[in-house]
């Protein structure tokens, strides 16, 4: 397979994600002592960056060092071989799915309008980059990344357990 060069335009999305992440957070912990929480809401907001910061954010770094055929010395994200197992059995793009929970667990933690209209664009714009991120697996490791993207949801995790669970059954 060849693989096509990136433009300027494919970080788009990625930067913009980076950008309103990072403000999320500065601007959360600027409010923080002027906004009036509803407690359990914020507890739900730290749970949620830690959970899939670990779950979401770590395991795919281990797993992808464990089986995706990464050279010593090269980053995790240099894969040789698909990977389809661990939490890439679940998710096709976990690390992304953390994005999106980052962004859901700011407003639950900061709960200030500000901090929405921050975070919402993270979600479409976290998607977008999820389709390239599937095209470019596809140019990569061709049918059987098809045939992957039929058994594993993209980000849809809940979709991916119960898929997980069947394939289990059968």
Known sequence: ??????????????TFVSILFISQ??????????????EI????????YVFSGIVFGMLPVAEFRKRGGVKRGKSYIHTTKLVDTGIYSIVRHPQYVTFILWAIAGMLLFQHWIIIILGVPIIPLTYIDLIRADKDSIEKFGDDYKAYMKKVPRANFLLGIIRLLQRRKS
Do not use: H, R
């Open 41 to 48: 809401l914020a507890y739900v907001g730290v749970g949620l």
């Open 1 to 14: 397979m060849t693989k096509k060069s990136l433009s300027w335009v494919d970080f788009i999305p990625v």
């Open 25 to 38: 957070i500065i601007v959360g912990i600027c409010l923080l002592s002027y906004v009036s929480q509803i």
